[in-house]
């Protein structure tokens, strides 16, 4: 585990060297509460936390130490993050990643919403969403389930795999070879044999699926990142029975483009998209250009970003688009 193997790079050096240049990096490797594993040039360091740092890193952060404490966390590139499970307020799961895999058991309905709201969190953090649909060999209508998938998120890369078997797995590796990647998906969904099969060994512990929901045990207790054989970083993280989004609108948006597109072109700013006059929106329900399930999916998450979370959002400006 080399410094590079883990993605330090030019830009990552610059960054340390307009903190401090006589500080040491380390990458977050696993975060226990009262400290973390870092990894250095000097190998696997265990290190508590000594000081109150802002922000308070999570797993795949950069950070830099002098000697043997850390004094501060390199500006992020990304950062993955949830609405808290109970209160308002976020849950910050991993910082600098390029590519969130959101996986989803064919033993199982494949939910359209839960790819939504992972596909947002990953835009959210600057990431590429990518659906991999695992335990293929469980379901003959794989291809099927497949097809209706990549028909409902035409602009997210699908994959089907059967750890079992090694389907899929190739395509995987060449998705995500030289970047940082993490798993969304629930309890059950096949996550931890997914990690075991990119990282070739039996890292993670793999939990029982129960037959009768196909609901499994959370295997996965704390995040931890590894480094893939095939190059590449991955972040694992427990299953998350409930994705509540802390996210910008915008990110909504980008998993919703032709809504957000007829949006753009509703003659009031702040139409409400419930048949006022000049609702693009409505129109297009109308002539079924735009499908309800999409719209009204669009609609919650919408709803649920506007939420206020550790920060209010800017007020909306209402204002006539034939104004402008």
Not at 19 to 44: K, P, Q
Not at 161 to 173: A, F, I, M, P, Y
Request: glycine residues 10%.
């Amino acid at each position: 585990m080399t410094l590079a193997s883990l993605g330090f790079d030019a830009r990552w050096r610059d960054e340390l060297n307009s903190f401090d240049a006589s500080c040491d990096v380390g990458r977050i490797i696993v975060h226990h509460g009262a400290g973390v594993v870092v990894a250095t040039e000097r190998g696997l360091e265990n290190v508590m936390f000594t000081q109150r740092l802002n922000p308070r890193p999570v797993v795949g952060d950069w950070v830099a130490l002098r000697g043997e404490e850390i004094v501060g966390v390199l500006p992020r590139r990304s950062l993955l993050r949830r609405r808290a499970a109970h209160g308002s307020g976020e849950q910050q799961l991993a910082a600098n990643i390029d590519k969130v895999l959101l996986v989803c058991g064919v033993d199982r309905p494949v939910k359209d919403g839960r790819i939504q709201r992972g596909a947002t969190l990953a835009r959210d953090a600057l990431a590429e969403p990518i659906i991999v649909l695992t335990k293929a060999s469980k379901n003959d209508d794989v291809e099927a389930i497949a097809a209706e998938v990549r028909l409902a998120h035409p602009d997210i890369p699908v994959v089907i795999t059967s750890v079992k078997e090694g389907e899929g797995l190739d395509q995987l590796r060449s998705l995500i070879v030289g970047s940082t990647v993490t798993l969304l998906g629930e309890s059950g969904a096949g996550k931890s044999s997914i990690v075991n099969a990119l990282m070739g060994s039996t890292t993670m512990t793999e939990g029982d699926v129960r037959e009768k929901d196909s609901k499994g045990r959370h295997t996965t207790t704390t995040r931890s990142l590894h480094v893939l054989p095939s190059g590449g970083v991955l972040i694992d993280t427990p299953g998350i029975r409930a994705v509540g989004l802390v996210a910008e609108t915008e990110s909504v948006s980008e998993t919703f483009p032709e809504v957000e597109e007829a949006a753009e072109m509703c003659r009031f700013t702040d139409c409400q998209h419930e048949g006022q006059p000049g609702c693009a929106i409505s129109a297009g329900l109308a002539d079924g250009q735009l499908d309800e399930k999409r719209v009204e999916a669009w609609r919650r998450l919408q709803l649920e970003t506007e939420q206020p979370t550790t920060k209010p959002l800017p007020p909306r400006r209402s204002r006539r688009r034939d104004e402008t």
